[in-house]
DNA sequence: AGCATAACTGAACTACCTGTTTGTTTCCAG
DNA sequence: CTGGAAACAAACAGGTAGTTCAGTTATGCT
């Protein structure tokens, strides 16, 4: 049971109309007819292909996320002393070759949902990772792990969504995300170039 | 030339049909005939004071945010030795008192500009206080000022709204924002429970 | 209290977009 | 080669957006 490969090709198109045509226009003022139009395909193939603009989204999205998960599969962030940021680090990588679909979702265009499961997987898996660590360390949490879990994902996203938006791209991904990674073990004081917490 | 009655009552009424309805259905699913009808207001009254459901949003968004301007005056988070999160904790306590509103907006309800332009005024707000700091500690960055300013509103942006959308509410804003401010100054690493940086 | 004005109302109208259906043509897989 | 699945063009009803306008209040001011 492979797949047809017209149906390869059609999914293909509209996935790029879709993702070309919301960086231009924005998600909302687009048109079914504008999408089928710039990805050459009849009107009605669209609807056997999803129920509307939205489930196209949310297709198209699913597939990245499974893709990013079949890439972090292996990429363990553990260590005996601490962070190694190679999760974090593949994530930027990822989303370096998809960057246009990455600008897409982290706009929070298309009702926002993509984008809140995007978030809300990754702040899943963070939360696991805390919860492990916690164990394996024997360490007491000084902040809620759950108010941890989401302010890291909430860090992480807003600085690549502020990387993927510049033009030129302001440093490479090993740097951001080595930068990311001092940044959350040291904090935002010693960032700021200060030595010795107040 | 103060305001008439009549305007301020429908403008109220259309805000507050607005953010019910957002709530329950999403923006996207809403129709300028739900939001009338809800509001008791004519449809041609609606187009007589926007264009449509996104500048009725905008506008909202906007007094919401000159709101908290306000609050903000004259509250500042310089001390000699370093962050008093005072700016934070009324932020946190404006939400609280605007708690629908605020998590329409940072659920990126709305084509997701409102959430942008909140954003982006709070980036360009903590990169002036990172720039000041900068000169009268007359310390150097460890990293972009540009990137720490987006991670730092990301974090307050992901955890507010992770605090406004639990029912009941987590911890009282005053512990929040101190939450924040302990993470902010001593890192994540800390946070967990673990002593020294690695 | 009375008046000029501005806001609100209800209804009608066009233009556009959606989602569905049908019969036909083209292309793929085995 | 051939059966079947996918893509196609065209047409349809239903609903929403945004505009217009004549007529009805309510408001602020003197």
Redesign the pocket.
């Known amino acids: ?11 293909r198109s509209l996935r790029d109309a879709l993702v070309s045509l919301v960086l231009e226009r924005g998600f909302a003022a ?5 999408i ?1 139009e710039r990805a ?10 999803c ?3 939205d489930d196209l989204f949310t297709r198209v999205t699913a597939d990245l996320l499974q893709e990013l998960a079949g890439r972090l599969e292996g990429v363990t962030d553990e260590t005996a002393v601490g962070f190694t940021g190679k999760p974090l680090l593949e994530l930027f990588r990822h989303a370096e070759a998809e960057r246009d679909l990455y600008r897409v979702i982290l706009r929070g265009e298309g009702d926002g949902r993509p984008l809140s499961t995007f978030t809300d997987e990754s702040v899943t898996r963070v939360a696991a990772v805390f919860r492990e660590r916690a164990v394996t360390t024997g360490a007491e949490p000084r902040i809620d792990p759950e108010l941890l879990a989401r302010a890291w994902v909430g860090e992480q996203f807003a600085v690549l969504r502020w990387w993927l938006e510049q033009e030129p791209r302001p440093m490479p991904a090993e740097e951001l995300a080595d930068n990311l990674r001092m940044l959350a073990v040291h904090g935002r004081y010693w960032a700021s170039g200060l030595n010795g917490a107040p």
Do not use: I, W
């Not at 049971?1 to 999914?11: G, Q, S």
């Not at 687009?30 to 504008?34: C, F, K």
């Not at 050459?40 to 292909?49: E, G, L, M």
């Open positions: 049971m492979a797949e047809d490969r017209r149906t390869r090709r059609t999914r687009l048109t079914v007819d504008d089928t050459d395909v009849a009107r009605a193939t669209f609807y056997s292909h129920r509307d603009k």
